[in-house]
């Protein structure tokens, strides 16, 4: 007999549990509304500090770096020490690292936003890991899914707003102003979220999960088998160890000198960084015992690749979607991040319309045509005209600027498909240290976005020959050229094409035989 029965009135989220849920989901619109509003930050440091386009891409390799390199040290702190912990100590970074903002701004330090972004991303790393389990065990197990889906809802909203805070408060004051102006502006909407933040922590510090009661449900409990055994200080101890060693192998390297080569490149150091959490895993019995359980399945690891390369389109894509739409049209980039909010909400709506649409088709099938449709639209967003067909609201369109907008829709359904196909069927004791290699592949976003970057720049790359008869005339203000522009979006063709691999090769549900 199916648990779900009709006429069951089983509460999504208990009457007792009402308070604490609505404060994670303003976690989830709040890191929502982050990192969109993190995207708009390339172009405008690139127009504050006169810097390069790969140089600017250096607010994606913090953001998604951060992530990256604490995933490990956030599914640590779940199983450790408790959900409620993680979102405080989520929290409490961001608060720090929003706060390295005002001294940032006063000192005029590119680099200095960039440590900022860095400790506030890693906060959203640990909070992301802590408030999805969170929500699930606020209830009966049998409305965990639909209550975590109403969470999650919430998410796109706060992207909507981070757009919107962007827009208005920070690119639409990058005209005319000085300097100082300029970047006190960047602060404004970072620094007075951490008002909401500092809410939601004092409600988690006097926060006591109530006892008894009338509503009595069967809920999850978790999962303990991951544990060490280990001290809680010694974990963090050996963890902070870890990823201090590296960083100290690093600063040596660049100690005196003028050009530290290799050792100078962003992406570099962030690699070396990330050997710390690998480190961690392999010095640790449990967890290494399952990171080799999860290596010996190829529908996991391969699924870690595709989302790495999944997360690096979609941030490398909408990164760089404003100044496409600058050089193709001769826009602002005020006015260019409409586009941006377009493309978001085909997002969304192509996002609910596929969820909706797996209950009767399978989702890697789903997840194969529209990774074409995506490569056709980079085609179209590569060769079509910037003829101006028609106008809405004042705001001009092309036929190449609407393929742009349509790779929104194409990407839609991947992120989730992707983490559902590579944790399906994986034994409880190793999935939340899948979970975490899964949310190391967001490490994407900080490698893709400056490998685009550096085509859009450059004069000279061996992708032009993609694109023949294309404009090369350089433009001063963007830094960049049609052609440079045009060639670029061949990095999420290449993308696009390891997600289709991926939803080939796996398109089949896992049976209990392959597990």
């Known amino acids: ?18 308070t604490v849920f609505f404060m994670l989901v303003a976690c989830f619109a709040l890191w929502g509304l982050l990192n969109n509003m993190t995207d708009n930050l390339v172009p405008a440091f690139e127009a504050i500090f006169g810097i390069k386009p790969s140089e600017s891409a250096g607010v994606q390799i913090s953001f998604y770096g951060a992530y990256a390199v604490l995933a490990v040290f956030a599914a640590m702190m779940v199983e450790e020490f408790s959900y409620k912990t993680g979102v405080l100590a989520g929290l409490g970074f961001y608060i720090l690292g929003a706060l390295i903002y005002i001294p940032a701004c006063i000192a ?16 959203l790393s640990i909070l992301e890991t802590s408030c999805n389990p969170y929500v699930l065990s606020l209830g009966p197990e049998k409305t965990a899914v639909r209550r975590l889906n109403f969470a999650q809802a919430f998410n796109p909203v706060g992207s909507l707003a981070g757009i919107f805070l962007a827009k208005y408060l920070i690119l639409a004051n990058l005209e005319g102003n000085s300097k100082a102006i300029q970047l006190f502006w960047v602060c404004v909407p970072y620094v007075g979220l951490i008002a909401v933040a500092a809410v939601i922590w ?27 055994g280990i001290s809680k200080p010694k974990l963090i101890g050996l963890y902070g160890l870890c990823i201090a060693v590296p960083v100290g192998f690093l600063l040596a390297m660049n100690y005196g000198l003028e050009d530290p080569g290799i050792w100078g490149n962003m992406v570099c150091q962030l690699l070396v960084v990330m050997v710390g959490p690998v480190v961690f895993t392999l010095l640790l019995k449990n967890y290494r015992s399952m990171l080799c359980a999860l290596l010996n399945l190829p529908r996991y690891w391969m699924g870690v690749v595709a989302q790495f390369f999944y997360v690096g ?13 600058c050089v193709q049209l001769g826009l602002s980039t005020d006015v260019a991040a409409t586009y941006y909010v377009i493309s978001l909400i085909l997002f969304i709506l192509c996002r609910w319309v596929a969820t909706y649409y797996m209950k009767k088709f399978n989702p890697a099938d789903m997840m194969s045509l529209f990774a074409i449709v995506a490569i056709a639209c980079c085609a179209g ?9 028609f106008h809405i609201g004042g705001l001009p369109f092309s036929a190449n600027v609407i393929c742009l907008i349509l790779i929104s829709g194409g990407m839609s359904l991947m992120f989730p498909t992707i983490y559902g196909i590579a944790l399906g069927g994986l034994n409880q004791r190793i999935v939340k240290l899948g979970a975490a290699g899964l949310i190391m592949a967001i490490l994407g976003g900080a490698i893709i976005t400056p490998w685009m970057g550096s085509i859009i720049e450059s004069t000279q790359s061996i992708w032009f020959c993609l694109i023949p008869g294309a404009d090369t005339t350089w433009n001063t203000e963007f ?8 060639a670029s979006f061949i990095v999420p063709v290449i993308c696009f094409a390891v997600v289709l691999l991926y939803s080939v090769m796996f398109r089949k549900p896992l049976t209990s035989s392959d597990k």
């Open 381 to 389: 967003t590569m060769y079509l005209p910037s003829d101006v067909l």
């Open 313 to 325: 389109v979609q941030i490398a894509a909408w990164t760089w979607l404003n100044k496409y739409c």
């Open 202 to 228: 004092f409600f988690f510090v006097r926060y006591k999960a109530p006892e008894g009661g009338s509503e009595q449900y069967e809920m999850p409990k978790q999962d303990d088998s991951m544990k060490t």
């Open 108 to 123: 005029q330090s590119f680099d200095l936003y960039l440590l900022g972004i860095f400790i506030l991303a890693g906060g």
């Open 479 to 486: 830094k960049t050229s049609d052609l440079a522009v045009r």
């Open 1 to 18: 007999m199916s648990k779900y029965t009709k006429g069951d009135l089983t509460p999504v989220v208990p009457k007792r549990f009402r």
